[in-house]
Protein backbone atom coordinates (compact mmCIF):
# COMPACT_ATOMS: atom_id res chain seq x y z
CA UNK A 1 0.00 0.00 0.00
CA UNK A 2 1.18 3.64 -0.86
CA UNK A 3 2.10 5.36 2.09
CA UNK A 4 2.93 8.68 0.70
CA UNK A 5 3.84 10.28 -2.58
CA UNK A 6 5.82 13.10 -2.82
CA UNK A 7 5.72 15.51 -6.00
CA UNK A 8 9.37 16.91 -6.05
CA UNK A 9 8.58 18.56 -9.20
CA UNK A 10 5.09 19.49 -11.03
CA UNK A 11 5.43 19.09 -14.40
CA UNK A 12 5.06 15.30 -14.32
CA UNK A 13 1.35 15.53 -12.88
CA UNK A 14 0.34 18.48 -15.16
CA UNK A 15 -2.22 16.37 -16.83
CA UNK A 16 -4.12 16.22 -12.81
CA UNK A 17 -5.75 19.09 -13.20
CA UNK A 18 -6.32 19.75 -9.39
CA UNK A 19 -2.56 19.84 -9.17
CA UNK A 20 0.36 18.26 -7.33
CA UNK A 21 -1.51 18.15 -3.50
CA UNK A 22 -4.10 16.15 -4.93
CA UNK A 23 -2.63 14.20 -6.99
CA UNK A 24 -0.06 12.46 -4.10
CA UNK A 25 -3.65 12.62 -1.55
CA UNK A 26 -5.42 10.89 -4.03
CA UNK A 27 -3.00 8.80 -4.72
CA UNK A 28 -2.03 7.72 -0.52
CA UNK A 29 -3.64 4.39 0.57
CA UNK A 30 -4.07 2.50 -3.03
CA UNK A 31 -2.56 -0.20 -3.36
CA UNK A 32 -0.81 -1.67 -6.94
CA UNK A 33 -2.11 -4.28 -9.10
CA UNK A 34 0.15 -5.81 -11.48
CA UNK A 35 1.23 -3.09 -13.85
CA UNK A 36 0.54 -3.57 -17.72
CA UNK A 37 1.15 -2.16 -20.94
CA UNK A 38 -0.04 -1.34 -24.19
CA UNK A 39 3.03 0.64 -26.56
CA UNK A 40 4.64 3.29 -25.38
CA UNK A 41 1.91 3.85 -22.15
CA UNK A 42 2.30 1.95 -18.94
CA UNK A 43 -0.57 1.97 -16.69
CA UNK A 44 -0.03 0.21 -12.78
CA UNK A 45 -3.45 -0.56 -11.79
CA UNK A 46 -5.02 0.12 -8.27
CA UNK A 47 -6.87 -3.12 -6.48
CA UNK A 48 -10.00 -0.71 -6.54
CA UNK A 49 -10.36 -0.11 -9.99
CA UNK A 50 -8.55 2.94 -11.10
CA UNK A 51 -5.13 2.96 -12.64
CA UNK A 52 -2.30 5.55 -12.59
CA UNK A 53 -1.22 6.06 -16.17
CA UNK A 54 2.22 7.29 -17.61
CA UNK A 55 3.61 7.90 -20.62
CA UNK A 56 7.57 7.95 -20.44
CA UNK A 57 8.01 10.68 -22.84
CA UNK A 58 11.93 10.31 -24.38
CA UNK A 59 13.40 10.29 -20.73
CA UNK A 60 11.39 8.81 -18.18
CA UNK A 61 11.83 5.90 -16.07
CA UNK A 62 10.98 4.42 -12.76
CA UNK A 63 13.18 3.13 -10.77
CA UNK A 64 13.42 1.05 -7.33
CA UNK A 65 15.75 2.50 -4.84
CA UNK A 66 15.94 1.43 -0.92
CA UNK A 67 13.77 3.39 1.63
CA UNK A 68 16.02 6.91 2.56
CA UNK A 69 18.45 5.85 -0.20
CA UNK A 70 19.67 9.51 -1.63
CA UNK A 71 17.97 10.30 -4.83
CA UNK A 72 19.48 9.91 -8.39
CA UNK A 73 19.63 12.95 -10.49
CA UNK A 74 15.61 14.24 -12.07
CA UNK A 75 14.18 12.53 -9.58
CA UNK A 76 10.50 13.94 -9.65
CA UNK A 77 8.25 11.71 -7.44
CA UNK A 78 8.57 9.46 -5.20
CA UNK A 79 6.08 6.44 -3.71
CA UNK A 80 6.76 5.41 -0.42
CA UNK A 81 5.02 1.97 0.46
CA UNK A 82 3.64 0.95 4.38
CA UNK A 83 6.17 -1.77 4.57
CA UNK A 84 8.66 0.88 4.66
CA UNK A 85 10.98 -1.12 2.26
CA UNK A 86 11.94 -0.08 -1.48
CA UNK A 87 10.47 3.00 -2.79
CA UNK A 88 9.16 3.39 -6.71
CA UNK A 89 10.77 7.10 -8.18
CA UNK A 90 9.81 8.36 -11.11
CA UNK A 91 12.67 9.82 -12.86
CA UNK A 92 12.73 12.06 -16.11
CA UNK A 93 15.29 14.67 -17.26
CA UNK A 94 13.89 16.50 -20.01
CA UNK A 95 10.18 15.84 -18.47
CA UNK A 96 8.16 14.97 -21.56
CA UNK A 97 6.34 11.89 -19.85
CA UNK A 98 3.89 12.13 -16.79
CA UNK A 99 1.68 10.61 -14.45
CA UNK A 100 -1.95 10.54 -14.05
CA UNK A 101 -5.01 9.01 -12.39
CA UNK A 102 -7.15 7.03 -15.13
CA UNK A 103 -10.64 6.20 -13.13
CA UNK A 104 -11.85 3.15 -13.96
CA UNK A 105 -9.21 2.14 -15.52
CA UNK A 106 -7.19 -0.77 -13.91
CA UNK A 107 -8.37 -3.00 -16.97
CA UNK A 108 -7.62 -0.66 -19.74
CA UNK A 109 -7.61 3.20 -19.33
CA UNK A 110 -10.04 4.95 -22.05
CA UNK A 111 -7.68 7.39 -22.57
CA UNK A 112 -5.48 4.96 -24.34
CA UNK A 113 -7.88 2.60 -25.79
CA UNK A 114 -7.19 3.76 -29.36
CA UNK A 115 -3.70 2.74 -29.30
CA UNK A 116 -3.29 -0.59 -31.50
CA UNK A 117 -1.48 -3.52 -29.38
CA UNK A 118 1.68 -4.59 -30.02
CA UNK A 119 3.90 -7.28 -31.30
CA UNK A 120 3.91 -9.37 -27.65
CA UNK A 121 0.19 -8.74 -26.75
CA UNK A 122 -1.32 -12.24 -26.35
CA UNK A 123 -4.21 -11.09 -28.96
CA UNK A 124 -1.87 -9.54 -31.18
CA UNK A 125 -3.20 -11.21 -34.63
CA UNK A 126 -0.98 -10.50 -36.89
CA UNK A 127 -2.91 -11.32 -40.22
CA UNK A 128 -5.54 -9.08 -38.67
CA UNK A 129 -3.29 -6.14 -38.18
CA UNK A 130 -1.95 -7.33 -41.80
CA UNK A 131 -4.89 -6.74 -43.70
CA UNK A 132 -5.62 -3.78 -41.71
CA UNK A 133 -1.93 -2.42 -43.11
CA UNK A 134 -2.62 -3.05 -46.68
CA UNK A 135 -6.43 -1.17 -46.78
CA UNK A 136 -3.87 2.10 -46.21
CA UNK A 137 -1.97 3.85 -49.17
CA UNK A 138 1.24 4.65 -47.46
CA UNK A 139 4.43 3.45 -47.10
CA UNK A 140 5.24 0.59 -44.60
CA UNK A 141 7.39 2.37 -41.88
CA UNK A 142 4.72 5.31 -42.10
CA UNK A 143 2.17 2.57 -41.16
CA UNK A 144 4.61 0.39 -38.06
CA UNK A 145 4.81 3.87 -36.94
CA UNK A 146 1.11 4.72 -36.74
CA UNK A 147 0.59 3.74 -33.05
CA UNK A 148 -3.22 3.56 -33.96
CA UNK A 149 -2.55 0.45 -35.78
CA UNK A 150 0.26 -1.82 -33.70
CA UNK A 151 2.17 0.07 -31.48
CA UNK A 152 5.28 -0.10 -29.40
CA UNK A 153 7.44 -0.50 -32.45
CA UNK A 154 8.91 3.03 -32.64
CA UNK A 155 11.64 4.82 -35.61
CA UNK A 156 14.67 2.46 -34.52
CA UNK A 157 12.94 -1.26 -34.41
CA UNK A 158 11.17 -0.03 -37.20
CA UNK A 159 14.48 0.18 -39.46
CA UNK A 160 15.94 -3.10 -38.08
CA UNK A 161 12.88 -4.99 -38.61
CA UNK A 162 12.88 -3.72 -42.19
CA UNK A 163 16.22 -4.28 -42.70
CA UNK A 164 15.65 -7.91 -41.55
CA UNK A 165 12.77 -8.23 -43.56
CA UNK A 166 14.72 -6.66 -46.46
CA UNK A 167 11.85 -3.95 -47.49
CA UNK A 168 12.24 -0.46 -48.12
CA UNK A 169 10.39 1.35 -45.91
CA UNK A 170 8.79 3.56 -49.06
CA UNK A 171 7.19 -0.02 -50.37
CA UNK A 172 3.55 1.16 -50.53
CA UNK A 173 1.66 -1.26 -48.25
CA UNK A 174 -1.61 -1.32 -50.69
CA UNK A 175 1.29 -3.48 -52.99
CA UNK A 176 2.17 -5.48 -50.54
CA UNK A 177 1.00 -9.36 -49.90
CA UNK A 178 -0.50 -10.36 -46.47
CA UNK A 179 2.75 -12.62 -46.81
CA UNK A 180 4.88 -10.07 -46.78
CA UNK A 181 3.54 -7.63 -44.72
CA UNK A 182 3.44 -10.47 -41.55
CA UNK A 183 7.13 -11.16 -42.22
CA UNK A 184 8.09 -7.61 -41.51
CA UNK A 185 5.59 -8.04 -38.14
CA UNK A 186 7.41 -11.36 -37.46
CA UNK A 187 10.77 -9.33 -37.98
CA UNK A 188 9.70 -6.64 -35.82
CA UNK A 189 8.68 -8.72 -32.55
CA UNK A 190 12.65 -10.78 -33.54
CA UNK A 191 14.15 -7.43 -33.10
CA UNK A 192 12.31 -6.38 -30.15
CA UNK A 193 12.99 -9.36 -28.51
CA UNK A 194 16.91 -9.68 -29.25
CA UNK A 195 16.71 -5.75 -27.62
CA UNK A 196 14.57 -6.74 -24.45
CA UNK A 197 16.92 -10.00 -23.97
CA UNK A 198 19.67 -7.06 -24.07
CA UNK A 199 17.84 -4.69 -21.68
CA UNK A 200 16.64 -2.31 -24.61
CA UNK A 201 19.21 0.04 -26.73
CA UNK A 202 20.71 2.71 -24.37
CA UNK A 203 22.89 5.70 -26.58
CA UNK A 204 22.98 7.49 -23.28
CA UNK A 205 23.16 7.35 -19.49
CA UNK A 206 19.61 8.44 -19.89
CA UNK A 207 18.49 5.22 -20.52
CA UNK A 208 18.66 2.05 -17.61
CA UNK A 209 16.56 -0.09 -16.64
CA UNK A 210 14.71 0.06 -13.02
CA UNK A 211 18.16 -1.10 -11.55
CA UNK A 212 20.18 1.62 -12.94
CA UNK A 213 21.85 -0.67 -15.95
CA UNK A 214 21.99 0.32 -19.78
CA UNK A 215 20.73 -1.58 -22.68
CA UNK A 216 22.90 -2.73 -24.47
CA UNK A 217 21.24 -3.83 -28.29
CA UNK A 218 22.75 -0.43 -29.70
CA UNK A 219 25.66 -2.94 -30.24
CA UNK A 220 23.41 -5.43 -32.21
CA UNK A 221 21.97 -2.88 -34.06
CA UNK A 222 22.43 -3.68 -38.08
CA UNK A 223 20.56 -0.77 -39.86
CA UNK A 224 19.68 2.51 -37.37
CA UNK A 225 22.84 4.18 -36.72
CA UNK A 226 25.22 3.00 -39.11
CA UNK A 227 25.14 5.38 -41.83
CA UNK A 228 28.97 4.51 -43.90
CA UNK A 229 29.32 1.52 -42.40
CA UNK A 230 28.97 -2.22 -44.40
CA UNK A 231 25.79 -3.77 -44.50
CA UNK A 232 26.24 -6.92 -42.67
CA UNK A 233 24.88 -8.86 -44.80
CA UNK A 234 25.60 -7.99 -48.82
CA UNK A 235 28.84 -5.21 -47.65
CA UNK A 236 27.34 -2.14 -49.24
CA UNK A 237 27.33 0.77 -46.98
CA UNK A 238 24.25 1.11 -45.28
CA UNK A 239 22.76 5.04 -46.20
CA UNK A 240 20.85 7.38 -43.83
CA UNK A 241 18.35 9.67 -45.32
CA UNK A 242 15.73 12.18 -44.54
CA UNK A 243 12.10 10.56 -43.55
CA UNK A 244 9.29 12.52 -41.66
CA UNK A 245 11.02 15.23 -39.99
CA UNK A 246 13.66 11.59 -38.59
CA UNK A 247 16.08 9.33 -40.39
CA UNK A 248 15.43 6.96 -42.03
CA UNK A 249 18.76 3.57 -42.39
CA UNK A 250 18.60 1.38 -44.89
CA UNK A 251 21.19 -0.85 -46.85
CA UNK A 252 20.36 0.08 -50.94
CA UNK A 253 21.63 -3.76 -51.99
CA UNK A 254 19.18 -5.13 -49.64
CA UNK A 255 16.42 -2.84 -49.59
CA UNK A 256 15.85 -1.51 -52.88
CA UNK A 257 13.50 1.49 -53.86
CA UNK A 258 10.22 -0.02 -54.64
CA UNK A 259 8.17 0.61 -58.12
CA UNK A 260 5.64 4.14 -56.95
CA UNK A 261 7.03 4.45 -53.83
CA UNK A 262 5.12 5.94 -50.79
CA UNK A 263 7.79 8.34 -49.00
Known amino acids: ?85 QELHFVDQRMFGGLSLAADGALLPAEIAHI ?6 PDFNPVAVADRIRRRRTGIKRALLDQTVVSGIGNIYADEALWLARTHYAKPTDAMSRKQVITVLDAAREVMALALDEGGTSFDSLYINVNGESGYFDRSLKAYGQDGRSCPRCGHLIRREHFMNRSAYRCPH ?6 NPRW
Request: with cysteine.
Open 254 to 259: CQRVPP
Open 116 to 121: GLDPFD
Open 1 to 85: MISSVEVLHPRPVRRHLAGPDDFAATLTGRTFDVPRRRGKYLWLPFTDGDAMLAHLGMSGQFLVADHGHPDVRNTRIRFSFTDSG
